[in-house]
């Protein structure tokens, strides 16, 4: 069986450690020139290690944005972000130790100087919060953790970040020369992997990479940030997204919620292909329908999930009746694969992958004008177009004017001729003749005459 490799760590890794509620977060999205984390007042948001690459006068380098650090984490999700937080420094070349003026002589901090002291980790101390002259005479009692010099700044507004960012390249090891690489060869395909919260997408991402990635909990909302990670399957390619889970609309609240779920939909817009996960001791839910719509709307490849598949009671036509149960409850994701997995033993979390290829070759397909018209003078000649008030539908040619998702455009003598039931027999045909299998394509009706009262459809 193939091995994982994760890709990306070429670069020199920059950890931003600290315990919670320092602004970690607001750090990570000033280097990175975008907001990428969940940035909210609210202790212990960022749950999870999140990964971007950041340049600083020409240095790239992959920036690591870490939950807080707690000496004596209260419950599991915070022993989960004390542990990431310690991997994180294992893992880096350069340690951001990130601290709050606000807050002088606090224990954890001490604690985590400790740590950093004897990791012999490069390590760069920044007191955050310094917007004023008096906070900045203040950030001098922070030499008492014994860390020389010390950066005082702002991370919100970005005073002080130049300086800062100018030793964190000074400490960076020299750089190695990237190994060459080959222009042939298919291109990385990036998945997202989305769901209703609790449903076990971050075991999923871990199972897939085969380590532990993303924190995982029974509580739901554990996963807040959207967190891309490049890795090697094979002879492919992949990036994924382990996204926020998402509820429909209606039941957002506000805060860390919201904030993921607008995360999510980001992660939507920038994959090729979503996985949607579905409990399958639960069963398919009215939020599991709305995740779906999300990456419909987004026009993404689709392959059906049903994870804790080892939860449920199998007879021989188990299987079979799930699938057939899903299929009648989603009608408009009839087209995608579906696979039952288990995260937590591992079963069938491979075969997620393979679907994910075949939807994605069906995702950038195209198909030749020649082929497509002689397939629209078959199904016309099965079928004829419609009539309305006397005239009838002409379909003069059809072509294909893009990929992912595949495009069509049907010229035709008036769009205002068609009937939803003939799109839909067109639709049908067309997905019975050359399969796009996990793709929602797109039809378009233009009028090939000037007609003014024709118009697109």
Known sequence: ??????????????????????????????????RKAVVLDTPGLTRDRNFETAEWNG?????????????????????????????????????????????????????????LRRASKPTVLAVNKCDTNRRHQESYAFYSLGFDPLYALSALNGS????????????????????????????????????????????IVNALLERERVIVDDTPGTTRDSIDTAFRYGDRVYTIVDTAGMRRRGKIERGAEKLSVFAAQAGLSRCDVAVIVIDASEGLTEQDQHVAGYALEANRGCVLVLNKWDLIEKENSTAGTFAKKLRDEMPYLSFAPIVMTSATTGQRVKRILELVDRVHAEYCREIDTPTLNKWLEETTHRVSPPWHKGRQLSLKYVTQTGTRPPRFTFFVNNPRLLHFSYRR????????????????FQMTFRAKSRDKSSEEA
């Open 425 to 440: 027999y067109l639709a049908n045909q067309l997905r019975e003749a050359f399969g796009f299998e996990g793709v929602a």
């Open 1 to 34: 069986m193939p091995q994982v490799e994760i890709l990306g760590h070429r670069l020199p890794i920059v950890a931003i450690v600290g315990r919670p509620n320092v602004g970690k977060s607001t750090m990570f999205n000033r280097i990175v020139g975008r």
């Open 160 to 203: 002080g970040m130049g300086d800062l960012m100018d030793r964190i390249v000074e400490l960076l090891p020299e750089e190695e020369p990237a190994p060459e690489t080959s222009q042939e060869g298919p291109k990385p395909i990036r998945i997202a992997i989305v769901g209703r919260p609790n449903v076990g997408k971050s075991s």
């Open 59 to 115: 240095r790239a380098f992959m920036l690591v944005d870490t939950g807080g650090y707690e000496t004596d984490p209260r419950d599991n999700i915070y022993a989960q972000m004390r542990r990431q937080s310690l991997l994180a420094m294992e893992e880096a070349d350069v340690v951001v130790f990130l601290t709050d003026v606000t807050e002088p002589d606090n224990p954890v901090d001490r604690d985590v100087a400790d740590l």
